[in-house]
């Protein structure tokens, strides 16, 4: 699971203030050492967790008591916010000329998935309307062109190839010509990676920067790599100038590192994030979002994002007022998993349903087939009960009669029920109210 480790590591530090009135100085000096030890395996950089800590700290004992709000909530929301601020605070769009074409040059060590994003950025860009044409660039490793050609079939977007005889700029220079001719919105450029960072690519980088003048340089990183990606960032950024990266194979058990480090230590955003090797599988970086999946709150926004593109726009909106507002019912946990089935692959979104944070791969079976449990329930529940789930809380007898008609047992229902009130907290705290919520006990 995506920074589960991170996650695991800074609930230790809340879980040290469970009980305590209010923070001080004394009371968050464990936490703290908690937080830090959490950032460091993650592979967050050593100067950027000292100053993460230290503005941690400075602001926990600063902010004093707030009515409501349990010293342990006040951590973390203060942790969230450093998070997004360490992130880059708001999401950073792609910069488009005002003339046509926009020119996005691609550059990155080989195995990074640069040849995989320079087809899913064409992709993501036509989704919005744009006209996209592909420049095969990496003359250096087999193979690449024929994949990037093939790639470019495979969405529509035409593809420049010009074998890997001739030097990257002189690629470049046909290349625009041709989306010149095409008069295309935007040409995007793949080009040549190395195993590691030398001369050679660098100048080679450069000749292609020069004929190409592009809008964008974006860095592909590997996220598996940790503090490594960020230090690449800043490497190429002082050697050939570029205006922000692409964080490839979040998906993956990556420890967070790349993602949290980036920004601060190069000094360049991350403008957008690979989570899969599906092409519809790039999205842009949002640091909100980013920190409340650190947080292992699940990821509403991203969520609900997703399910907009299976469900009715109307329905999408209310279900994200549902969630603002914690009235989230059976009928939208009905809609929820059900789009969840349609958008195919549960295991993409698991970690973003909130309470499903901590499932593991080898679970996520057993998690499809909760879904069908689930519905089942829902199923045989009355009109009245889907939207309030409160009368089944509250009513042995209601859940007794939803079991047998769904035939499962009584336990299972109970548990739906706490599972969608559980829902409701997670859901609301994501949301900011961090004035904490208590399930509701079922009564008999
Ligand atoms: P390049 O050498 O940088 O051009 O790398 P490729 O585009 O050929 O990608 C290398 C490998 O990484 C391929 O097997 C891709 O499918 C895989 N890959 C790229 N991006 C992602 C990602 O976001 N998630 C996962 N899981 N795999 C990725």
């Known amino acids: 699971e995506m920074f589960g480790q991170l ?48 503005s ?24 969230r916010d450093e998070l997004v601020q360490l992130m880059g605070g ?24 640069k040849t995989t994003v320079s087809a899913k950025l064409a992709l993501y860009l036509k989704k919005q309307g744009k006209s996209c044409m592909l420049i095969a660039g990496d003359v250096y490793r087999p193979a690449a062109i024929d994949q990037l050609v093939i790639l470019g079939e495979q969405v529509g977007v035409p593809v420049y190839a010009a074998g890997n005889a001739i030097k990257p700029a002189e690629i470049a220079k046909q290349g625009l010509q041709e989306a010149k001719k095409k008069n295309v919105d935007v040409v995007i450029m793949d080009t040549a990676g190395r195993l590691q960072i030398d001369k050679t690519l660098m100048d080679e980088l450069k000749d292609v920067k020069r004929v190409l003048n592009p809008t964008e340089v974006l860095l592909v990183v590997d996220a598996m790599t940790g503090q490594e990606a960020a230090a690449l960032v800043t490497t190429f950024n002082v050697e050939i100038g570029i205006t922000g990266a692409i964080l490839t194979k979040l998906d993956g058990d990556s420890r967070g590192g790349a993602a949290l480090s980036v920004k601060e230590v190069s000094g360049k955003p991350i403008k957008l994030v ?47 007022k549902k969630i603002m507002s914690a009235k989230f019912d059976f009928n939208d946990f009905l809609k929820q998993t059900r789009a969840v089935s349609r958008m195919g692959s549960m295991s993409r979104v698991i970690g973003m349903i909130p309470g499903m944070g901590k ?37 042995q007898v209601r859940r007794k009669r939803v079991a047998q ?13 706490a599972q969608l009130f559980q829902m ?7 949301m900011g109210v961090m004035e904490g919520g208590s399930l509701p006990s079922l009564s008999n």
């Not at 602001?59 to 909530?73: C, F, H, M, S, Y």
């Open 405 to 417: 008609d769904s035939g499962k047992t009584e336990q299972q229902v109970s548990q739906l029920v």
């Open 90 to 113: 708001e999401v950073s769009e792609l910069v488009f000329a005002k003339s046509k074409p926009t020119v996005i040059l691609l550059a990155g060590l080989q195995g990074v998935g």
């Open 274 to 320: 690979g989570r899969g090797e599906r092409m519809e599988d790039l999205e842009p970086f949002y640091p909100d979002r980013m920190a409340g999946r650190v947080l292992g709150m699940g990821d509403v926004l991203s969520f609900v994002e997703k399910a907009q593109e299976v469900m009715q726009q109307e329905d999408a909106e209310d279900l994200q």
């Open 424 to 430: 409701r907290v997670r859901m609301k705290n994501l």
């Open 56 to 79: 941690v700290s400075d602001q926990a004992v600063g902010t004093g008591l707030i009515r409501g709000v349990k010293p342990d909530q006040q951590l973390v929301k203060i942790v």
């Open 359 to 395: 499932v593991t791969p080898a679970q996520i079976r057993e998690a499809e087939k909760n879904t069908k449990l689930m519905e089942s329930m829902i199923e045989v529940m009355t009109p009245e009960e889907r939207e309030k789930p409160e009368l089944l809380a509250e009513s």
């Open 7 to 54: 996650t695991s590591g800074l609930e230790t530090a809340w879980n040290k203030l469970k009980g305590e009135e209010v923070l001080t100085k004394e009371n968050i000096l464990e936490p703290m050492k908690d937080i830090r030890r959490a950032l460091l395996e993650a592979d967050v950089s050593l100067p950027v967790v000292r100053r993460f800590v230290q």
